[in-house]
C-alpha cells in the first residue's frame, strides 16, 4: 500500500480481554516498529523487527506483550489480559532496513486502545 | 546511554513569529542520526527530515530550517514565519550505531495563535 496501515483505528475492550493489533507495512520495508503513546506523553519504544526476526525487544512491559512478524510483511502485537493502564494509542513505524541506519520511519495512523 | 532531550515542553507565538524548537541528545557512538517529526492534532506522525552525524551541513527547507551542531550535541529546528497550521507536537529523535531503535524525545508542543 501507499503508506503503514493500521487496523482496527480504535478498539475498546474489557480488562482482561486479549486483543490483537495489526500492521501492515509499506511494501519493501524490511525494518518494522511499534511505539506506545499515553495520552499526552512522548513515544515509548516496544520492539523493533529487521525482517521476521526481533533483534531488539527490549521494550516490551511485561510478559503480557508480544509481536510477530511473518514473511517480512504484516505483524501482530497482542497484549493478553488487558489491564487498564495498557490504554494508549500504538503506533506502528516501517522503513527500509536499518543495517546502517539512515533510512527514516514512516508511521501509520495508530490503533487507540482503551481498556474499561 | 543514549537518551533525547527536548527541554521545552509547550511554546506559543503569534503567527508570523519566528519559533526554534531545542532538541539535544546523547550518545557514545560515532555513526548515528537525528530526525524531526511532525504530530498535528489529527495525530499521524509526519517525517520532516533526517540528518546524519558526518554530515553538519545545515539545511534550510521552506520555512524551516535545522541548525546540527555536534560540539553541543543540539539539532535545533527553526520555524520561520509561522503560521496556524504549524501547531503540533515536534519530536526529535535519535538512531545511534548499528540499532534500528529509535529513540525519541518528550516532544515539544507548538501553538501558533492568529
Known amino acids: 500500500g501507499a503508506g503503514v496501515s493500521q487496523s482496527p483505528s480504535n478498539k475498546v475492550t474489557e480488562k482482561g480481554k486479549d486483543v490483537e493489533l495489526r500492521c501492515d507495512p509499506i511494501?519493501?520495508?524490511?525494518?518494522l516498529y511499534w511505539y506506545r503513546q499515553s495520552l499526552g506523553q512522548g513515544l515509548e519504544f516496544l520492539i523493533y523487527?529487521?525482517?521476521?526476526?526481533?533483534?531488539?525487544k527490549s521494550g516490551l512491559p511485561s510478559d503480557r506483550f508480544s509481536a510477530e512478524r511473518t514473511g517480512g510483511s504484516v505483524s501482530t502485537l497482542t497484549i493478553q489480559r488487558t489491564q487498564q493502564e495498557d490504554s494508549a494509542v500504538y503506533l506502528c513505524?516501517?522503513?527500509f532496513g536499518t543495517g546502517t541506519g539512515n533510512t527514516e520511519a514512516f508511521f501509520g495512523q495508530g490503533t487507540r486502545l482503551t481498556v474499561v | 546511554a543514549q537518551k533525547v532531550t527536548q527541554a521545552q515542553t509547550e511554546i506559543s507565538v503569534v503567527e508570523k513569529e519566528d519559533v526554534t524548537l531545542d532538541c539535544v541528545y546523547e550518545?557514545?557512538?560515532?555513526?548515528?542520526?537525528l530526525f524531526w517529526y511532525k504530530q498535528p492534532p489529527s495525530g499521524e506522525l509526519v517525517f520532516l527530515i533526517r540528518?546524519?552525524?558526518?554530515?553538519?551541513q545545515n539545511e534550510i527547507s521552506g520555512r524551516y530550517s535545522w541548525n546540527f551542531q555536534k560540539s553541543t550535541s543540539s539539532f535545533n529546528f527553526t520555524i520561520t514565519a509561522s503560521q496556524v497550521v504549524d501547531s503540533a507536537v515536534y519530536f526529535c529523535?535519535?538512531?545511534?550505531?548499528?540499532?534500528?531503535?529509535?529513540?525519541f524525545g518528550q516532544g515539544t508542543t507548538l501553538q501558533v495563535k492568529p
Open positions: 513505524a516501517s522503513s
Open positions: 523487527f529487521q525482517g521476521n526476526s526481533a533483534p531488539d
Open positions: 511494501s519493501g520495508h524490511t525494518a
Open positions: 529523535a535519535l538512531r545511534s550505531g548499528n540499532t534500528g531503535k529509535l529513540i
Open positions: 550518545t557514545r557512538d560515532t555513526t548515528y542520526y
Open positions: 540528518r546524519n552525524s558526518f554530515d553538519e
